[in-house]
């Protein structure tokens, strides 16, 4: 397994331990610093930042300050869409569970935005055969919306607009 993708997993899931939660709106000190690695202003949504920002960590421990995150490469990292596109030109987006690993990206298509607009991590498959995989994600609720209150892991099942990215390249 890849060791950059582990790392990142077990940064997010401290997050979710720590019960990072918001203050007001997509706002807050720990929100802050994700929107700050995904170049993004404090009260807008944070999923993708916090993505990067867990990535960014995990880069750092592994690398020291040599080597950058491969998200560091995605434009417009606080835009969900980037990560699709960029990662679908290199044939990176996996839409079959069975090839899932943990530290895998999710990411779910939102109808009313027309676009993919949620992403997190893929924290394990909980049932191939039932399509339920459990995440470790920013900017969700106990409900799964893609505009919550903090950071959680939850158990989700993979719909037709959901697709998973091998984005680590290690």
Aim: hydrophobic share 35%; glycine share 10%; proline share 4%.
């Amino acid at each position: 397994m890849s060791s950059l993708r582990l790392k990142t997993l077990a940064i997010a899931r401290l997050e979710v331990e720590n019960k990072i939660r918001e203050v007001g709106q997509n706002k807050g000190p720990r929100i802050a610093e994700y929107q700050k690695e995904g170049n993004t202003a404090p009260g807008q949504p944070y999923c993708a930042s916090f993505v990067n920002w867990c990535a960014a960590a995990a880069a750092k421990i592994l690398y020291g300050d040599k080597n950058k995150s491969p998200l560091e490469k995605v434009p417009n990292q606080a835009y969900v869409q980037s990560y699709v596109d960029h990662f679908r030109i290199r044939g990176k987006i996996i839409k079959d569970i069975r090839q899932v690993k943990p530290g895998m990206l999710f990411a779910l298509y939102i109808p009313y935005k027309h676009r993919y607009g949620h992403i997190g991590l893929v924290d394990s498959i909980l049932s191939v055969l039932d399509k339920e995989y459990k995440t470790a994600e920013g900017n969700t609720s106990d409900s799964g919306t893609d505009e919550g209150e903090g950071v959680m892991s939850l158990n989700r099942i993979q719909g037709v607009g959901t697709i998973f990215i091998d984005w680590s390249g290690d």
